[in-house]
Antibody, heavy 120, light 112 residues
Framework: QLYLQESGPGLVKPLETLSLTCTVS??????????WGWIRQPPGKGLEWIGT???????YYNPSLESRVTISRDTSKNQFSLRLNSVSAADTALYYC????????????WGQGTMVTVSS | DVLMTQSPLSLPVTPGQPASISCRSS???????????LTWFQQRPGQSPRRLIY???HRDSGVPDRFSGSGSGTDFTLRISRVEAEDVGVYYC?????????FGQGTKVEIK
């Protein structure tokens, strides 16, 4: 069973860059048809898809965040990462990394989430 | 972008009674491969989302059979045949047919 674990700073200053890493265990991020995503949830609110990186390295982003987001991967460490530039208080949220197999973007394995607060 | 609209947003239920959540999409969720990528998630308090149903009606392993999904095109439903205390939480639908992916607002299920 795959296991995903998010890591990164819990506090980021406004206008700086939020950087998170998702470490994957018991499976390779480059296995065919394995796809990986970032989803966030502001306190007390619903889920928002940030972006997805395919096993091939192709990326897809939410247009609402696309100008500030980069999702990348480090195959040697079996990790994928999120960078979000020029953050504001509106980016304060619980950030999840997640996995799905094949088509349909149906995330069936989620990390425990990591809380990021944007504040000076 | 595809807008996902859930109703109701709050659902108080008596244990043992059925519950039903509606999810409507602003566009058809039938993909070019013929599949419909509509997923239901459960998020219990303080937990990560858990997938219950994928492709409209396929229940995940370990999900009690009191949960069922149905629908087609733009209109979908999650049903709980007999609500139990452990079903308390927020339920989200999500479409995976069109980019960008999008979630419904969530339906909070609580016990009366």
């Amino acid at each position: 069973q795959l296991y995903l674990q998010e890591s990164g700073p819990g506090l980021v200053k406004p206008l700086e860059t939020l950087s998170l890493t998702c470490t994957v265990s018991s499976g390779s991020i480059t296995s065919r048809s394995f796809h990986w995503g970032w989803i966030r949830q502001p306190p007390g609110k619903g889920l928002e898809w940030i972006g997805t990186i395919y096993y091939s390295g192709s990326t897809y982003y939410n247009p609402s965040l696309e100008s500030r987001v980069t999702i990348s991967r480090d195959t040697s460490k079996n990790q994928f990462s999120l960078r979000l530039n020029s953050v504001s208080a509106a980016d304060t949220a619980l950030y999840y990394c997640a996995f799905y197999y094949g088509s349909g973007s149906s995330f069936n394995i989620w990390g425990q989430g990591t809380m990021v607060t944007v504040s000076s | 972008d595809v807008l996902m609209t859930q109703s109701p947003l709050s659902l108080p239920v008596t244990p043992g009674q059925p519950a039903s959540i509606s999810c409507r999409s602003s566009q058809s969720l039938v993909y070019s491969d013929g599949n419909t990528y509509l997923t239901w998630f459960q998020q219990r308090p303080g937990q990560s989302p858990r997938r219950l149903i994928y492709e409209v009606s396929h229940r995940d392993s370990g999900v009690p059979d009191r949960f069922s999904g149905s629908g087609s095109g733009t209109d979908f439903t999650l049903r709980i045949s007999r609500v139990e205390a452990e079903d308390v939480g927020v339920y989200y639908c999500m479409q995976g047919t069109h980019w960008p992916l999008s979630f419904g607002q969530g339906t909070k299920v609580e016990i009366k």
